[in-house]
């Protein structure tokens, strides 16, 4: 199981970005894959999540509506659309991925696989 992310990178507050899991060794089919964030002097924490299964998704009340979580399982990969950006979104975002369902979906202990992590920064 590997997952790999992209699409991070510098922002000015406003703007978007579109994040990027790339899972090989695997299909997505059976999994739920969450986004998580790290900032700085900060404990890693959960953003979204979706469950390629039956297409279920899970999103931190603090987003209120500006990311989006998708798949698109012919690239095998998951996708977090983010608008609206703000400084307080500047971190590390890991992909992460666990098969079957998923209790917790805020929580990192219940997804065993992570990627490396791709740095957003915003800027004000």
């Known amino acids: 199981v590997q997952l790999v992310e992209s699409g991070g990178g510098s922002v000015q507050a406003g703007g978007s970005l579109r994040l990027s899991c790339a899972a090989s060794g695997f299909t997505l089919d059976d999994y739920v894959i969450g986004w998580f964030r790290q900032a700085p002097g900060k404990e890693r924490e959960g953003v979204s999540c979706i469950s390629n299964s039956d297409g279920s998704t899970w999103y931190a009340r603090s987003l209120k509506g500006r990311f989006t979580i998708f798949s698109d399982n012919a690239k095998n990969t998951v996708y977090l659309q983010m608008n609206s950006l703000k400084p307080e979104d500047t971190a590390v975002y890991y992909c992460?991925?666990?098969?079957?369902?998923?209790?917790?979906?805020?929580?990192?202990?219940?997804?065993?696989?992570w990627g490396q992590g791709t740095q957003v920064t915003v800027s004000s």
């Open positions: 992460a991925a666990h098969w079957g369902l998923v209790a917790s979906p805020e929580s990192e202990s219940e997804f065993g696989s």
